[in-house]
């Protein structure tokens, strides 16, 4: 059962910048580069959104929508996915761009996540639902 949904959509993010076959082409220094440039917008869109830290695990609903349909959906969301959730994560050394809203992207803070997909040529975004959940699943695993 849920507690509390937050939401936030992240404008004309370009998707050549995040998906998983492009990143993997670039050179290492511009790789990391382009990383925290994008870590940062999702912090900005983040502040706009006015998010605050979940204290429960959360379960997260995406929803891709492209300017096109060019990219292959698994390329898109293996790269936007990881580089959203290290900008939601804590803020930590390795980490310097982290907002605070996720308690982490562990297996005890991630329950799991939801991927849909839209075209629209003239607003291509990222809708970001985030949904705090009351109970810990994990725990039963731990035994």
């Known amino acids: 059962m849920a507690t509390r949904s937050q939401f936030l959509v992240i404008p004309h993010m370009e998707p050549r910048l995040y998906a998983l076959n492009e990143t993997l082409r670039m050179h290492p ?28 695990p959360v379960w997260i ?6 300017p096109d349909a060019r990219r292959d959906k698994s390329n898109v969301v293996a790269g936007g996915r990881k580089i959203i959730e290290d900008a939601l ?29 839209d075209i629209d040529k003239e607003s291509p975004r990222i809708e970001v639902s985030i949904t705090e959940m009351e109970v810990e699943w994990q725990s039963e695993h731990e035994k």
């Open 29 to 56: 220094q511009v790789r990391n580069r382009n990383k925290k440039t994008l870590e940062e917008f999702i912090g900005w869109q983040v502040k706009l959104a006015g998010l605050v830290k979940c204290q429960a």
């Open 61 to 66: 609903d995406y929803l891709w929508v492209m």
């Open 89 to 117: 994560g804590p803020q930590t050394k390795r980490n310097p761009q982290g907002m605070n809203i996720l308690r982490g992207d562990g297996w005890n803070d991630i329950v799991g996540w939801t991927d849909r997909f």
